[in-house]
């Protein structure tokens, strides 16, 4: 057929490239899916119309083979494939899990059934799910110190925290599984290291759906929330889709409905929830593009540099930030400076006259043209110390990435968390420019 040169040609051979970056290439044929395949149908998971692919942008999920429309069901999961700490409770760890005081918690059980399972190899009967699980993640815990240092306030002070609470685990939990050695032939010391308890740990929190069980005295009084559905669980996440998502009582399923359409052969994505970028790189390690739920944060720190120290109120007006919690979630989004931010910065720009109208200002009302044209000024200057920094910051990656080979994956997650925060204050300055132009 003659290829067509003209415009119309170009429109459709760079709809077909568009459409090829979306699509993903399916990989429902190798093996390890095959035998999960079997394996749920085992379980009584009826075929349904996803095949797991790999896509550009999203990396591994599911694509649809049938065009869905808004209250179609994505995916129903039969109770029997679901992994929870009921499962947990009636495998050989049961016992000693009834029998242990003080109390596990049931993210520690989970943690300890699937480390335990990965070790049985191929006589665990959950092998074909545990082979389909990532080999490593790549939440903060299992981020360098050098590139957690390149995070932003306040994700780096969490994910200091992350880090140092999986820690804390390992050393609480080490007599727990001692106390686990006439089940295995080698040493439990081995088999349940650090390493395969963070591996476990982050299994559980980047893959688990919400599924609330009644509580157990075996257990202690954290909350048993957890599920591991396989299959279901190579979903990935977009904030710009609506779906609906719980058991099923009638159907005894775990099931997923979508509100939103999906093309034919396209990637079917689901919502984690309202989350900003910060959130699902802490939660979920990674981070989602044009998120329309996230914001650069200011701290404290930032924001009083802004402002005299020989200013007489201005302990005055500190305190009152602080009383009325103004001094944290101070934000610049897609929309500009939050409206918290904004306040903030009316109270602290008050002139010594105004000072006593500080209430009406928490509530929203004006003081002054001036204090308002103050407020925005220094938002702008604040927005562009910011974009400064993070152009630093984004240099810094880049020098690394060339002499780091090792850190490559991790420190291009903190470049695209990073890019994102420089769009949002880009944006943020372009709004705030207007504003002042107006002000003027
Ligand atoms: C429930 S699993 C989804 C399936 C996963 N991609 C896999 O290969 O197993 C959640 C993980 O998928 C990845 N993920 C989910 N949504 C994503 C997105 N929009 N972009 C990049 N990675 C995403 C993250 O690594 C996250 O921790």
Redesign the pocket.
Known sequence: MKKSRGRTGRKRRRRKHLKSFMDGVNCSHKLEYIKLKKWLKERGFEDSNLRPAEFW?????LMTTKALQAGDVIISLPEKCLLTTSTVLSSCLGGHIENWKPPVSPLLALCTFLIAEKHAGEKSPWKPYLDVL?KTY?CPACLEPDVINLLPNPLKKKAQEQKMMIQELFRSSRAFFSSLQPLFAESTGTIFNFSALEWAWCTIN??TIYMKHPHRDCFSLEPDVYALAPYL??????PNVQVTAGFNEQTRSYEIWTNSQCKKYQEVLICYGPHDNQRLLLE???V?LDNPHSSVYVSADILLKYFSPLDKQRKAKVSILKDHDFLENLTFGWEGPSWRLLTALKVLSLAAEEFACWRRILLGDVSSARNEQQALATAAKICQFLIEETQHVLLQISQLKRDRENLKTHLALVEMLRSEDLKILQKSAEILCNLNLGTA
């Not at 669980?233 to 977009?238: A, I, Y």
């Open positions: 942008g999203t990396g591994r999920g990532p790549t980047t893959r669980d190579l979903l990935n996440h977009s979920y390690g990674f989602a």
